[in-house]
């Protein structure tokens, strides 16, 4: 059974930085995609960024230059570095898998969801 928990949320202010982390278990495969979602509030969630199993990485324009994805294949986790934080990035942030090579980073792509963890950032 595949597990994605998220950790690392927080409130930090305008500027600051934050780490988020997926802890991924049950998720075995050659070829597969990992991604970061979010969902501010009163809003439908949207994709922040993917990493592939060749370690190609994509990311929406917003947060370009200000956020990393990574993935540690030995700690079976996956990461969110988060820099440059402002308000519009308060949200909801949820990891994500596709047993498949990135296509897409829309939510009908994704099979496994984590439960997710907020993100707060103060002006």
Not at 48 to 59: E, L, N, Q
Request: charged share 15%; proline share 3%.
């Amino acid at each position: 059974q595949v597990h994605l928990v998220e950790s690392g949320g927080g409130s930090v202010q305008g500027g600051g930085s934050l780490r988020l982390s997926c802890a991924v278990s049950g998720f075995a495969y050659s070829s597969y995609c990992m991604g970061w979602f979010r969902q501010p509030p009163g809003k439908e969630r949207e994709g922040v960024a993917a990493i592939g199993s060749d370690g190609t990485t994509s990311y929406v324009d917003s947060v370009k230059g200000r956020f990393t994805i990574s993935q540690d294949n030995a700690e079976n986790t996956l990461y969110l570095q988060m820099n440059s934080l402002e308000p519009e990035d308060t949200a909801m942030y949820y990891c994500a898998a596709a047993p498949e090579k990135c296509i897409a980073v829309v939510e009908d792509f994704f099979g496994y969801w984590g439960q997710g963890t907020q993100v707060t950032v103060s002006s």
